[in-house]
């Protein structure tokens, strides 16, 4: 049986628009928001040192977690237990992680005056007007020149106006970051078009539950529930966190993979099973996304075998990661099982030309 597993890099002209041939979905992690937001380890570091009384600092907390062997999950479980000992509400402890996902971009609006016009794109960036939008990316751009976030909306954008727009994107993070930046620089893009005829018109829609999918706009799922930062805003400028549906410690692993319905388990097994994937900002490591592809590489390797009469191993999915393809080639095998081959790019900062190679743009 022969399994076209090859690891190769992006923007290899070889492979240009092997991706987007049919539907496809976007899935990005927390590594997009990189330089945004705090990193998984960052997010379960603060969130520990915040809870629990122990003097530790970063490099204390690394040799913690590479000792013990266990999960960030765990870690941030650990937070949380301290914090419900001590007589404190589960929602207050989803709202301290919100404040720290959340601490370093708003920190950096304060000094722009731009907070609370930050905080109300978060909340409904539809609520903006132009001049406004023309701060926020000229704030984005300037803090956060060529960052994964950055290149990742360039790059969907530049999908829509070619017609090869994705059918969903499915985000793991419960930060606003990417979808807020979608909108601003969309508005921003089509103004600069269009001038003054233009009539802003939604085009993607974020999705935190099941009764908010509009059919009729591209949905940015996440998965993972969803947490907005919302001091100094009017309450009918708020939106409402899905506090309910978050991911991230040890007790929302378990019982996400117990359940028999979970909206964010279903909603990405169905893109799994009829779209090709493409996972940025991801370790792969997340057992649930694991088992989830698993499942559906198997059934629809069982239906290929049973209309075509032989073996059959489809590997239509991409996970980019940095590095070359000769570093790489011990892992060609890792994700078979998966159904998803392996695309690198040299550096973050190649993220944009290697995703348009793929697609064809």
């Known amino acids: 049986m022969e399994i076209n597993n090859k690891i190769f890099q992006a923007d290899n002209k070889k492979y240009r628009g092997i991706l987007g ?8 992690g ?3 928001s990189a330089q945004i937001a705090p990193t998984w380890f960052e997010l379960a570091f603060k969130a520990f040192q915040h809870c629990v009384n122990i003097a530790i600092d970063e490099s204390d907390f690394k040799n913690m977690v590479n000792d013990g062997g266990w999960g960030l ?12 000992i001590e007589g404190k509400s589960d929602e207050g402890f989803a709202l301290l992680l919100r404040d720290i996902l959340y601490k370093d971009i708003l920190d950096n609006a304060e000094q722009s005056g731009l907070k609370e016009l930050l905080i109300l794109s978060f909340n409904d960036p539809f609520r903006l007007q132009y001049n406004d939008i023309e ?15 950055v290149q990742l909306v360039n790059f969907i954008l530049d999908c829509f106006e070619a017609g090869k727009a994705p059918s969903s994107i499915i985000s793991f993070n419960a930060d606003t970051i990417f979808d ?4 601003l620089f969309f508005c921003k893009r089509l103004h600069e078009k269009h001038g003054i005829k233009y009539k802003r018109k939604r085009h993607f829609t974020r999705v935190l539950r099941t009764i908010e999918h509009n059919r009729n706009l591209i949905p940015i799922f996440h998965i993972h529930g969803c947490l907005f930062p ?4 009017p309450d009918y400028q708020k939106r409402s966190s ?12 378990t019982e996400l993979a117990g359940v028999t319905y979970n909206w964010g388990q279903t909603t990405f097994l169905y893109h799994s099973q009829f779209d090709q994937l493409l996972f940025v900002g991801l370790s ?31 590997l239509k999915n991409f996970w980019i990661c940095k590095g070359m393809p000769s570093d790489l080639d011990y892992m060609q095998n890792s994700l078979i099982h998966l159904g998803t081959r392996i695309c690198t790019i040299p550096s973050w900062d190649c993220l944009y030309d290697g995703l348009s190679n793929l697609l064809g743009i």
């Open 135 to 149: 701060k926020l990316c000229s704030f984005i751009s300037n803090c956060y020149p060529n960052n994964t976030t």
């Open 73 to 84: 999950d765990y870690w941030i479980q650990t937070a949380q237990n301290q914090w419900i």
């Open 180 to 183: 807020t930046f979608l909108y």
């Open 230 to 233: 919302n001091d100094g805003i």
């Open 21 to 28: 041939r049919y539907r496809w979905s976007l899935c990005i």
């Open 242 to 253: 899905s506090i309910s549906k978050l991911v991230f410690n040890e007790i929302a692993y």
């Open 284 to 314: 792969m490591s997340d057992p649930n996304l694991r088992k989830w592809l698993s499942w559906t590489t198997g059934n629809y390797n069982q239906e290929l075998y049973e209309a075509r009469k032989r073996e059959f191993i489809n």
């Open 30 to 32: 927390a590594g997009v």
